[in-house]
Every structure is written in C-alpha cells, then in structure tokens.
C-alpha cells in the first residue's frame, strides 16, 4: 500500500505547513514543531468521536474516525485527523493494531503501532530516570523523603501482571528495600503531562510540579527537589512535538500522545489538536473506549484546560456490540436477532442521556459489517428517530470515505449553527465527593458513590496539602458504565466504590480508583503476540 499513496511531502503542502518546522522522519512520517500554531485562533470545527460501552465484538471509533475525515475530505473540506499513538501492550495483548482497519486505515500502520517515533520510549525514559533519581536520593540519604510514602512507580509499554507488585532496593547495603510496582507507560503521569502541554516552558513547571511522595511529616515531596526536570526535558524534547501521517486516502492525520481512558484522560495531546485546528476546515478526534470514559474526561478535563470545545460529538454502535449487549455469546452473533439488538439499545440511550448534557449536535454512526441486516439495522434507525438523534450508516472498512459520505454531510449540517458555551459535569471549587458524584450520577446512572476508608484517608491527605480543586480522573472499567465489568447494558440500582486515588499534580487532575480496576493490564491467555510474524522482505502480518 506504501507504493500506492504519496510520501507525506504532499500532505505537509495541503495543510500549507511551514517547511521550516516539519522535520521529516522516513518517507511516511514527519513532526511538527511549530508550537505557536496551537496558540493562533483556529479556523476549523472539532468532532468528537465516541461510542457505546466497548464489547469483545468492537466498536471500531478509529475506523469509523478515518471514515468520516475521509467523507469529510471528499464533500470538498480541508480535514485533518487529531488521534492517540497505539500503545504496545495491547497491540501485542488482546486489541491488536489500533490504526483503523480496511480502507479507513493511517499509513504507516506497522510503524504507528510499534515504536513510530519513539515518543512512548521517551515517556518511558524519563518517567524511569525520575524513579532512578528518586531512589538514588535515598540511597545516598540526600533526599529528604520517607520510603514507605514514595509515590512514584516506574512503567512499562507492555502488558505484564508479573510487575504488578514488585520488590525493589533489595540488594542495596543502604536499604531494606520497599514494594512497589510498574504501570503501563499510558498510565504514567508523564504521558499525561506531555498531552496537556503546548510548549517547552509548560512542559517543565508540569514535571516540576509532580508528587513523588512525602516526608517522614507528610510534607510534599516534589520532582523539582530531585533536581532532574532539565534532563528530563531533554529526553522529551522531540517527543513533545507532533507527528503527522495520513489516512489511506491521503487524510492529514497528528497522531500524538496515548492515554488510555480507563486508567487516564484518554485523549491525544491538545497541542496536536490545536495544531489541527489551526490547518484545517474540520478536525475529527477520538476519546478512548467509550463516552462515560474517553468522551467524559475530553470534555471535563481536556477541553477545560485547553479551552477547546468540540462542535459536534459522534456516538459509534455496531449490531454486533449491541447484541452482546443483550447478553448474546461472541460464537452467536452472525445470526440474525433483531429483539437483542433492541434490547442492547439501552446502552446506547445510556450514553445519549450523557453526552446530551453537554448541548452540543449528536449523531450515531452505525459502523457497519457484513453480517448485519436490514431488518437489524431499522432497530437501531428507528429508534433514534425517536430520540431526535440523526443515525447514519458508516460502510468505511470496505469503502473508506466514499462509505461515510452520509454521515459526513450530516455533520457538515450539525455543525453549520453556533454552539452554546460547553457546560462541565462538576465545577472545580466544588468538594471531591460532590464531583465524583456528579460524575457518577450524570455519566453512569449511578445512584451515588461509597468511598473506602483507605480513600477517605487519602482524601484529608489531598485536602489538607490543597489539592481539592483539581478536576477528577476516573479510573474504572471500560466494560461497564457500573464499576463492575460483569454488568454490561444499562445497569441500574448501583453504586461506584472508590478505593483510593494517585495525585497527579503535574497533570493537574486527581485520579479516583473504582472498583477492581488496575494501572497495569495483563496479556491474554493466547495474546496477539503469537499470531504476528515477520517475512525476509521486513513485512509483517497477523496484526
């Protein structure tokens, strides 16, 4: 396909990129470095692209994002996508490639879903340099801090519940050693800050601010005492830079940063988007796994602290995912049955109920595969109809723009009349409780929240060092609008149970750990690993 579509020379020239700031990595590939573009007024409209509660049969917003950029580039528009870098762990555990699919796909697929750039090997580097300079502070007793109060973990790209729960320090004479543990590199703090950052200047008070843990008197530890935020700053340096691609169609596509939803913001990095803002007539972007997750944290978190506004948000459905919605196996779902996808309906109506809240133009995109039939499709037509809601088809995997023309000018329509100002769920002076109960209730149709006596404690941590105005990060299970990932449709009677929550101060959010959830997720029994090899030509497939 490579032969087939131009280097990214041409897509640097229809988005009248200064040359001067594109540095240029491989035929296909290039960042950009121009960090003032994020600071100009934009000219383009931002769609948000989002879905229902993800299932093991997919939802595919990614593709369907590609989709409709693509549709959106037919009808005449300048479009640019503005999406997140796949994560290794899951490319090699359960999800497999995470760029699209068919004739929706981002060019060069293997690259983005292996090292690219190598943007998630700087985050990794740095988030590990300040756990090395951490514990050579206490090694050599000149970091004022308590060991069984440090808070900084060290990361991983890779899915490994073997370093879920380590012990570290254990062959230094100085010390008796300490548990600790490894996250996965999207959940560390870093890649949030590197998201939330537009510049060099914010980039370092952001790593300066960061927690580390505390004094043997509870007295704030901070990144900025362990005097390595410049070499920090140098091993992000190109990172913090936007990459460009493009779509198979030729889409302008930054890809950049790569925060899972579930356990972060889940969203790329606001300096890609502005940028993307800046260059085209429209943007799409994608928050990760469904709306209560990914679509929840860009509008509260993202949108709040890059002063964005989306002007039209997307909620993506398949037949397949709505069946098993209904409790429906995976084996069963090529057969027809219309009742269950009525029945999975309610999940949908769920995340309608929440993305109305925020008053902006609404429309579900069925993604559309080869089992789904007519009568099956008319369910879901019919009844968003009802709602008011514009439904339409996405045939992209097997006719990429030309399959999301339909759902492209309905967007095109949505977008044209100006939007109120965007509302929050919570406001940022309100108490932690009171948030993450708005959250709970407006979001998840929650009937309230039961905080663990080990989070209540936390809690009079965070509010005693003044934190407590800080935006709210939920860390819960994308299978579920519940905490429990075993009750799928539209649970009712439920309430979220939060256990504890991490400070991360440098992104400027709280992160409130529900239920069972963990930051470091572990590979399948046969993961996707086993099926991907590679030929003497350097091609490779089983993705």
């Known amino acids: 396909m490579r032969n087939r579509i131009p280097e990214i020379g041409s897509v640097i020239r229809e988005l009248n990129l200064n040359s001067d700031f594109v540095e240029y990595y491989g035929k296909y590939s290039a960042k950009v470095s121009d960090f003032s573009l994020g600071n100009r007024p934009s000219r383009g409209k931002l769609i948000l692209v989002s879905a229902i509660t993800p299932t093991p049969a997919g939802e595919g917003k990614t593709t369907v994002s590609i989709g ?29 490639t995470a760029t699209g699919g068919g004739r929706s796909s981002l060019i060069p697929s293997d690259s983005i879903n292996l090292h690219f750039t190598g943007d998630f090997h700087a985050i990794t580097t740095a988030h590990n340099l300040l756990a090395a300079a951490l514990d050579n502070g206490l090694y050599f007793k000149t970091l ?66 960061i927690l580390v843990g505390f004094t043997p008197d509870m007295e704030p530890v901070f990144a900025s005492q362990i005097r390595v935020t410049g070499a920090l700053l140098a091993v992000l340096r190109e990172a913090l830079k936007p990459n460009i691609v493009q779509s198979s169609e030729g889409v302008p596509a930054f890809i950049h940063g790569g925060p899972f939803a579930n356990i972060a913001h889940g969203c790329n990095s606001i300096l890609a988007t502005k940028m993307a803002l800046e260059n085209a007539d429209y943007v799409v972007t994608e928050a990760g796994f469904a709306f209560d997750l990914g679509g929840e944290k860009f509008l509260d978190i993202k949108c709040r602290q890059g002063q964005l506004a989306p002007d039209a948000i997307v909620l993506v459905v398949t037949i397949r995912a709505l069946k098993m919605h209904d409790g429906i196996k995976l084996a069963d779902l090529p057969a027809e049955n219309a009742s269950a996808v009525f029945s999975g309906l309610e ?13 902006r133009p609404i429309t579900v995109a069925i993604n559309r ?32 723009g030309d399959g999301a023309l339909s759902l492209a000018t309905c967007l095109v329509t949505a977008t044209q009349q100006p939007s109120p100002r965007l509302p929050f769920v919570y406001a940022l002076d309100e108490t932690i409780e009171t948030k993450i109960e708005k959250i709970s209730k407006v979001i998840y149709g929650a009937d309230g929240v039961d905080f663990t006596t080990e989070a209540l404690d936390r809690l009079r941590i965070i509010n005693s060092i003044g934190y407590g105005n800080l935006p709210i990060c939920m860390a819960k299970t994308q299978e579920s609008l519940s905490d429990n990932p075993r009750l799928l449709g539209r649970p009712k009677n439920f309430k979220i149970t939060v256990r504890d929550f991490e400070i991360s101060n440098g992104a400027g959010f709280l992160v409130a750990l529900t239920g069972k959830l963990l930051r470091m997720p572990a590979l399948p029994k046969v993961p996707s690993a086993e099926r991907i090899q590679m030929d003497s030509q350097g091609v490779i497939t089983g993705w």
Not at 157 to 172: E, P, S, V, W
Not at 371 to 399: H, L, Y
């Open 68 to 96: 409709l950029a693509q549709g959106l580039r037919k009808l005449g528009y300048r479009t640019a996508l503005a999406l997140r870098q796949p994560s290794m762990g899951p490319v090699f555990g359960r999800k497999g």
């Open 369 to 400: 595969f080869s089992t789904d039939t007519s009568e099956e499709i008319s369910v879901v037509q019919e009844f968003c109809r009802k709602q008011g809601i514009p439904c339409e088809i996405a045939n992209v995997f097997s006719e990429g």
């Open 144 to 209: 004022r801090i308590d060991p069984s109060k440090v808070l900084w973990k060290r990361v991983i790209d890779m899915n490994d519940r073997a370093l879920r729960h380590i012990q570290i320090g254990l062959t230094d004479q100085n010390s008796s050693g300490r548990n600790s543990a490894f996250d996965i590199t999207s959940a560390s703090e870093i890649m949030a800050i590197l998201c939330l950052s537009e510049n060099y200047d914010e980039l370092r008070d952001r790593l300066n601010r």
């Open 347 to 359: 999940n949908l109506e769920a995340h309608l109920a929440a993305a109305k809240f925020f008053k």
